[in-house]
């Protein structure tokens, strides 16, 4: 089984609490939204204290930004959070740069060509042959693919060593001319984070939480149920407000199939790493599998210290987990995430 050696998560400079970014948002949309001061309670529903972006307040004063604008922020600051968090993973695996084997990288928020993995590796000196996979569009659904995609390659090339990282810069796809609830609604969770794992090989002498299975599930002809709109401007978010009914009613099955192949149910696993989409839909999922109360306490805790930061935010709760919850060994863990197709991720973990 291919194994977690290391694990790092990175936040951009700019701190805001949601109050700010509250007063923010209602200030801005107050003249095109007439019911904006009733609408401002999404903000304050949000369970959510704190956020942190890579361009100031000031930044969206200055003038409506461009796609051009965006992207070239994105590129800039996606690299260097990435490398923040590669080089803090290795770090705790005791490994450089230059033993890295494979490299996996996750976004959604920016475009990149070369990719970013090929950026970060210039930052980081890595070798020039290193085996590099870039991932695009999974969005909230990317860290846990994104994971079960690095054990595959751990396990393919069984004496190597992979790191996955994530990274995304929501906060720079608000779009100041769209006027929207749904636009509204983002810019009371949306926030800006990376995260890199490093995995050992299945030949590889290590310690750690091992990655056993992964399954995904796409649920036909739900396109429009969260993603992006390319528009002139920017990214312009794409989600349906009926996503938490979404996942109270088509989740349970999809989990039940996927540990039902191991001969395990909900009730064997001890460490429920969810991604925390929001608080709605984190209650629609307690609900659909029946969990105890607090049994989804450190996605809580992260969306409240850091929002939804989209593909990188489940590994945000897996280092809570590994750093606060001290999981016993041999204790199953179900990383869980819903993403964009209308879609949803699951991998099994053994601590």
């Known amino acids: 089984m291919a194994r977690v050696i290391g694990l790092a998560t990175a936040v951009p400079p700019y701190q805001m609490s949601q109050s700010a970014v509250k007063k923010m948002a209602t ?18 529903h949000a369970d959510i204290d704190t956020r942190y972006f890579v361009v100031s ?52 928020s920016g475009i990149a060509t070369p990719s970013l993995d090929a950026r970060v590796m210039n930052t980081l000196k890595m070798r020039s042959n290193v085996r590099r996979t870039p991932i695009w569009g999974l969005g909230c659904a990317g860290g846990v693919a994104g994971l079960a995609r690095a054990a595959e390659m751990a396990r393919a090339y069984p004496h190597s060593i992979t790191v996955l990282a994530t990274v995304e810069t929501s906060s720079l796809t608000f779009l100041t001319e769209d006027h929207s609830k749904k636009n509204f609604i983002a810019t009371a969770l949306f926030a800006d984070g990376a995260a890199a794992v490093v995995l050992a090989g299945d030949e590889m002498p290590a310690t750690g ?16 149920m969260m993603g ?3 528009v002139n401007t920017g990214l312009e978010v794409l989600f349906g407000v009926e996503i938490p009914r979404y996942a109270a009613d ?4 999809e989990v039940d199939c996927f540990l039902g192949k191991h001969g395990l149910s ?6 429920h790493i969810f991604h925390p989409g929001g608080s709605k839909v984190l209650d629609a999922l307690e609900r659909a599998l029946e969990l105890p109360n607090g049994d989804l306490a450190a996605s809580r805790q992260v969306l409240r210290c850091y929002g939804n930061m989209s593909s990188s935010t489940v590994l945000f709760v897996l280092d809570y987990i590994l750093k606060n919850n001290d999981p016993q060994s041999g204790a199953l863990g179900l990383m869980t995430a819903l993403g964009p197709g209308f879609s949803a991720e699951q991998l099994l973990i053994r601590f």
């Open 209 to 224: 939480p091992e990655i056993i299975d992964s399954m995904s599930t796409l649920w036909p002809d739900t396109l429009a």
């Open 57 to 108: 307040e000031e930044w969206w004063h200055s003038a409506i930004p461009t796609l051009k604008a965006r992207n070239e922020v994105y590129l800039r600051e996606a690299v260097a959070l990435l490398g923040r968090a590669i080089q803090g993973a290795l770090d705790k695996a005791n490994l450089t740069p230059q033993q890295i084997d494979n490299l996996i990288v996750v976004s959604s």
């Open 228 to 230: 992006w709109n390319v």
């Open 27 to 44: 200030d801005y949309f107050r003249d095109f939204m007439p019911h904006v001061d009733r609408m401002a309670s999404v903000f304050d």
């Open 266 to 271: 909900v009730t064997d696993i001890s460490h």
């Open 250 to 253: 088509l989740f349970r099955p």
